[in-house]
């Protein structure tokens, strides 16, 4: 980094980005060793406490590394993309003030998109009454809600997932009768890398890996989560794993089934990450994809090219 008169100039945000089981957790925590850093994570539901083998938290490989924005909600809560982008900033705000490069790290690409583009929309609250109603319809029924909708300037709906396809529904039935929310945080400069493993390896890793959090006790946390009241079409809102170990706990699946739908689940979310990383790049945001190889070997190219920016 830039020396300025002796003092260290504003950090650059290094974004650490790619599907899930690519090994971005522990290519940030590397990065940070080298350049002084501190994580913020980018994941959608390592913010709830008590959810962490079905999120990949993986904190032992944090070490001594700060980190911010894993665990900060309980299980049980909602959040969204807004109450990110203000926790992000003020997360940001510390680490710098610490001297501290910061480093983002995750996977859950509107997030990340979220800090690094301005996301007027991001404001819109929750409508929990037209998201019960939304919730009751299938794919298809809200694809239609949605198109006869009226879409506000410059939104661009992401329907990869039924979730979102409920949000921006959510956004363009709000903005049919309010002003747009004006976005308060500015825009950060960044440096995007990206990993991603070739698909057969991914896929290996991906099913190694739950096999793994099942023997490291997958079921017994989403067991523990439901008998501490969190209702279970809660923790199936929550997707993947807790959606399909809460079905396997209520009897709907039997342990070979709900293995085989969980697995290939995964899979098809990771491909989805990738396609909203290419959304991403299409939206203006460079991503240097980093050549497939040891963390070690990853690092050390995230650290060459930062130094020449």
């Excluded at 940070?32 to 994941?43: F, H, Y």
């Excluded at 019960?132 to 794919?139: N, P």
């Excluded at 995007?192 to 057969?200: A, C, K, R, T, Y």
Aim: hydrophobic letters at 40%; proline letters at 5%.
């Amino acid at each position: 980094m830039d020396q300025i008169r002796g003092v260290r100039a504003t950090p650059r945000l290094i974004v650490i980005l790619g599907p899930t089981a690519s090994g971005k957790t522990r290519l940030a925590v590397e990065v940070a060793k080298r350049a002084g850093g501190a994580i913020i994570s980018a994941d959608s539901r390592q913010v709830y406490r008590g959810m962490d083998l079905g999120t990949g938290k993986d904190l032992d490989d944090y070490g001594d590394i700060p980190y911010a924005l894993i665990d900060i909600r309980d299980a049980g809560d909602t959040y969204h993309v807004g109450q990110y982008q203000s926790d992000f900033h003020d997360a940001l705000d510390r680490i710098e003030e610490q001297g501290k490069q910061p480093i983002l790290c995750g996977g859950t690409g509107l997030y990340i998109q979220s800090v690094l583009q301005q996301f007027d929309y991001s404001g819109v609250p929750v409508d929990r009454a037209l998201r019960s109603e939304l919730e009751a319809l299938d794919t298809a029924a809200l694809r239609d809600r949605l198109r006869v909708l009226p879409v506000p300037a410059g939104f661009k709906a992401d329907t990869s997932t039924r979730k979102r396809l409920i949000r921006a529904t959510e956004i363009c039935t709000w903005c049919q009768y309010h002003v747009l929310p004006q976005h308060h945080h500015p825009v950060v400069p960044a440096i995007l890398f990206g990993i991603n493993p070739p698909v057969d390896i991914r896929r290996q890793r991906i099913t190694e890996r739950l096999r793994i959090r099942l023997e490291q006790g997958l079921i017994e946390e989403v067991r523990h989560l439901l008998k501490k009241g969190i209702p279970p079409e809660r923790l199936v809102y929550y997707g993947l794993e807790y959606k399909y170990v809460t079905r396997y706990l209520l009897g709907e699946l039997d342990y070979e089934t709900f293995f085989a739908r969980l697995n290939t689940e995964i899979h098809r979310f990771a491909k989805r990450q990738m396609t909203y990383f290419r959304k991403m790049e299409k939206d203006g945001l460079a991503i240097h994809w980093l050549a497939n190889g040891s963390i070690d070997d990853m690092a050390t190219e995230v650290m060459a090219i930062s130094a020449t920016i």
